[in-house]
């Protein structure tokens, strides 16, 4: 068989599912050897692919180009050297894999839907004498799962110390996970990659021990896993701490001016968690008035009295520990106005002191004012005398007379 004849020997289908691939032997002149092969610059025949990258359950894109053709086709091989595309023509049947563009110098392919399988040396040939190959490498990524968070399940107490677990799977390589409060980023967990042994992914866990405070309670944890195939944030697993502490007591009036014969409640808050399952209210030396009556976390005072005055104290138990709380009653006159508090104070003086200078500084101008027009009107009135030779002459200029000179007019200003 003639070269030419040789070149021209196409990879044909049998049928809709049927392939036959040309085969070459070793040491046949169809078969390159590293000596045959040529520098895409230099041999405008010689396929050029590039390497990719793409994420399990992504589509992946495969272009082979050749700078001239001579009428011979190309092929896309897959990993086991399976004829994927012939020219326009299906070699494999695998509908994840499509036909992207062909032309006399272009072959591109796509894999859609792409395996963890997939991943590897992909091979684009030209059907010249001696067959001209280029070779691409597919990079497939695998997506770790969302993260599964444990150490939450019981309450920590305030002081205390937890030991927090996160884990997630599947990814490649591995992934690396992130702990925050709100949204804050904690430092030390301890982090660990195992290789799952049914697939070339991997498994990371971390681990990740808290000091806790009252303060901590209800703060919301989060895992967060960080990796190629995810944009930040992507895959994340938030849980809330449960962080149990003694009551601190506080005793809240109904009224800021309890007046005498009205009715007043003291309200006990335990502050805790859980919050406290006994109150107890007692008066500091003596006991509770007649007409005061404890309910729970309420005192109340039926009708106030001067006799209720005194200090009292809310004694507050939640099974963890206990605070107690006092107030002091000072109950007022009936008439007895509300003060105003500081800031109503000095917003008072502040306006007051406006008003204060405003008037200070009409009074001036309007004292200026006066001054002034006085001053004009009798300087006027005596300019009749300025050139009177004695004082009968000034007083007949002053009257509107005159004495052989100019005439003294007056003006008003």
Request: glycine share 8%.
């Amino acid at each position: 068989m003639s070269h030419s004849a040789r070149r021209s020997l196409p990879l044909f289908l049998l049928g809709p599912d049927c392939v036959i691939s040309r085969s070459y032997p070793k040491n046949g002149l169809d078969v390159p050897s590293p000596s045959a092969s040529v520098h895409p610059g230099d041999d405008p025949l010689q396929p050029v692919t590039s390497d990719e990258t793409v994420s399990a359950g992504g589509t992946v894109t495969l272009t082979c180009r050749v700078a001239e053709n001579d009428n011979s086709s190309l092929q896309w091989s897959n990993t086991a050297q399976q004829t994927l595309y012939f020219g326009e023509k299906r070699a494999l049947r695998d509908n994840r894999i499509q036909l992207h563009r062909s032309t006399p110098t272009e072959l591109s392919i796509t894999i859609s839907e792409v395996q963890l399988s997939d991943e590897g040396e992909y091979t684009c040939s030209l059907f010249t004498m001696p067959v001209r190959t280029a070779r691409a490498t597919v990079t497939v990524l695998g997506v770790p799962s969302k993260p599964h968070l444990s150490g939450f399940e019981n309450p920590v107490m305030e002081g205390g110390s937890v030991t927090l677990f996160c884990s997630s799977t599947g990814s490649k390589p591995p992934a690396q996970l992130r702990w925050y409060r709100e949204d804050q980023e904690l430092p030390g967990g301890q982090e660990k990659v195992e290789s799952d042994p049914d697939n070339p992914t991997y498994k990371v866990s971390s681990e990740l021990t808290l000091e806790v405070s009252r303060s901590d309670n209800k703060a919301f944890i989060t895992c967060a896993v960080d990796h190629a195939t995810l944009t930040s944030g992507n895959k994340k697993s938030v849980q809330a701490l449960r962080v149990e502490y003694s009551p601190n007591v506080q005793i809240l009036p109904s009224s800021d001016l309890p007046r005498e014969g009205e009715r007043f409640n003291l309200q006990c808050l335990g502050n805790s968690n859980p919050e406290p399952n006994s109150y107890i209210w007692q008066k500091k030396d003596g006991a509770l008035p007649p007409l005061a009556k404890s309910d729970g976390a309420f005192l109340h005072f039926e009708m106030l009295n001067k006799s209720d005055n005194g200090v009292y104290l809310c004694l507050a138990d939640n099974g963890i520990g206990r605070s107690q709380g006092a107030y002091i009653l000072l109950v007022q006159d009936p008439t007895a106005m509300s003060s105003p508090s500081g800031v109503d104070h000095a917003v008072i003086g502040g306006v007051v002191a406006v008003i204060v200078f405003i008037l200070l500084c009409l009074l001036i101008i309007f004292g200026r004012y006066l001054i002034r027009h006085k001053g004009t009107y009798l300087t006027h009135e005596a300019k009749g005398s300025d050139d009177a030779p004695d004082a009968d002459t000034a007083i007949i200029n002053a009257e509107g007379g005159t004495s052989g000179g100019e005439d003294k007019k007056e003006y008003f200003i």
